[in-house]
């Protein structure tokens, strides 16, 4: 679906960004990509590795209307992935995450309905789940804010759903290049916030699969949820330097013990799919069913049990070590 067509990703610059940028070009012949980001040193490096003439490279940052509407000029599909992520980041510095993450996604909206895009998908995270801290506040603002787009739609074709998905394994921030550079370090210990701590885990080219799918499942209003696995924080450990000793540093402002990516409160909205779930809109679209038992691709879907949570801890799915190393190596 992306042959002779026009993708835009903001925050493109970034591992998602790049990641999809390498996918499209192998996969497909897209007329253009558009990477649209703040940082002129990031796109001079990208360019390096991405100079073909596809490519199209805009400095600009969400915040500011004009230049995204500018820069969607002929966009047949937006994946928007830029966002302010660090935690401890937004709760010191709350209103710039507010700015990006919230402002910035009703810029993106306001400019893709006015260029007449056909499909946007926004990148949200497990974070936005029942959240507890500023990052994932946003973030929820954001999904609910691409939900609704579907409405201020009207009769235009444009069409928002978004993708909730958890830790990329060895993302930027991520904990496994924390742990990588620790261990270079010839550190004595790995901190560890709580032997009991779970997360979600995802590779970046899984992520990217995700996405390009969900291009093609989706009707608008949908947060599509990827059932992948979960790792315990000490199988990680374990696996990464099975010789060095762990220190138990308490968890941080901010964290969970477990990430939930399909809450409890919207089991009465959510569909099990073979290889993910859909979290239906609670509010009515105008111009649609809102019937999401059966996507596009003809995918049958079936409501979860009342009650029913997706949480990392309770997950029917967890790597052992051996299988976190296999992970890691899609990345290294």
């Known amino acids: 679906m992306f042959n002779g067509k026009s993708v835009f990703i903001s925050g493109g610059t970034g591992s998602f960004g790049k990641q999809y940028t390498k996918t499209l ?13 703040r ?3 990031k796109q001079f490096d990208m360019q390096q590795e991405f100079g073909s003439a596809e490519m199209r490279y805009f400095l600009g940052d969400v915040r500011d209307l004009s230049r995204l509407q500018e820069a969607m000029s002929g966009i047949d599909y ?3 992935a830029a966002a302010l992520k660090q935690v401890p980041a937004a709760e010191y510095n709350p209103m710039e995450c507010v700015k990006t993450n919230i402002y910035g996604a ?3 909206i306001k400019a893709a309905l006015a260029n007449g895009v056909k499909k946007v998908i926004a990148l949200s995270t497990d974070k ?4 507890i801290n500023l990052y994932g506040a946003t973030k929820l603002a954001s999904d609910k804010l691409f939900v609704a787009a579907n409405n201020m739609a009207g009769g235009k074709p444009t069409r928002f759903s978004v993708v909730r998905y958890g830790n990329v394994v060895g993302s930027r921030g991520s904990v496994v ?7 270079a370090g010839n550190a004595e210990a790995l901190p560890i916030t709580d032997e009991r701590m779970t997360r979600f885990w995802i590779t970046l080219q899984q992520g990217v699969d ?5 291009f093609e499942r989706m009707y ?3 947060i599509f949820v990827p059932k992948i696995p979960s790792v315990r924080i000490v199988d990680l450990a374990r696996a990464m330097a099975p010789h060095l000793p762990h220190k138990h540093v308490g968890i941080r402002a901010g964290e969970k013990l477990h990430e939930i990516m399909c809450p409890m409160d919207d089991s009465h909205l959510t569909l099990e799919f073979d290889d993910h779930f859909v979290l239906q809109p609670t509010i009515r679209f105008h111009s649609a069913t809102n019937d999401y038992s059966v996507n596009k691709l003809g995918e049958q879907g079936h409501p979860v049990a009342h009650g029913f949570e997706y949480q990392s801890g309770k997950n029917p799915h967890f790597l052992g070590v051996d299988q976190i190393l296999e992970y890691n190596k899609q990345v290294s």
């Open 25 to 37: 070009l192998a996969r497909y012949k897209p007329k253009r990509i558009v990477i649209f980001s």
């Open 39 to 41: 940082d002129e040193l």
């Open 78 to 80: 937006v994946i928007h």
């Open 106 to 108: 009703e810029n993106v």
């Open 128 to 131: 936005a789940a029942n959240p």
């Open 177 to 183: 290049p924390f742990f990588d550079k620790l261990i």
């Open 210 to 214: 995700f996405v390009l799918k969900n």
């Open 220 to 222: 608008g209003g949908e």
